[in-house]
Every structure is written in structure tokens, then in C-alpha cells.
């Protein structure tokens, strides 16, 4: 890993940690999404979406994941 990657993947965490603080973990859980999408792996990375997870209700969970026929998917880090 190098430093513009462990700079990027800072931001990201800071950011997430932001959002959630502002009510918004579905946004927090789309940028860590996102960073490790395109980066792979990462603790951090991983903590944040649990973080953001943990902070959204039923309703968020619901929205994010939900097909239209009461089933749920999982792709990736969702």
C-alpha cells in the first residue's frame, strides 16, 4: 500500500465518520463502499461500514438492500 492510498482511505473513514455524525449512514456505508470496491480490504475500511451499519435503523437497512420482493441481497461488502 502506498501513501496516496492510505491518505484516500483516511479521508474516506473521516468522512464517513462525518456523515454518520450528521445522520446519514447510508451515504457513510456508499463511501466505504466504494473505497473498498476499488481498493480491496482494509480494517478500517471495514470498521467504518460497520460503524455506519450500526448506526443506521431498520428503515435504512430496508431501502439499501430491499428488491421489491422482501428479499435481500448481499453483494460484495454490503
Known amino acids: 500500500m502506498n501513501y496516496n492510498n492510505d491518505h484516500m482511505r483516511d479521508d474516506v473513514r473521516e468522512r464517513g465518520d462525518a456523515l454518520v455524525a450528521l445522520g446519514r449512514p447510508a451515504e457513510a456505508r456508499a463511501a466505504a463502499r466504494g473505497a473498498l470496491d476499488a481498493d480491496g480490504p482494509d480494517t478500517g ?3 467504518a461500514l460497520a460503524h455506519a ?11 439499501d438492500h ?7 441481497r448481499y453483494s460484495g461488502y454490503r
Open 45 to 47: 475500511l471495514l470498521l
Open 53 to 63: 451499519h450500526m448506526a443506521a435503523d431498520d428503515d435504512d437497512h430496508d431501502h
Open 66 to 72: 430491499d428488491d421489491g420482493l422482501g428479499e435481500h
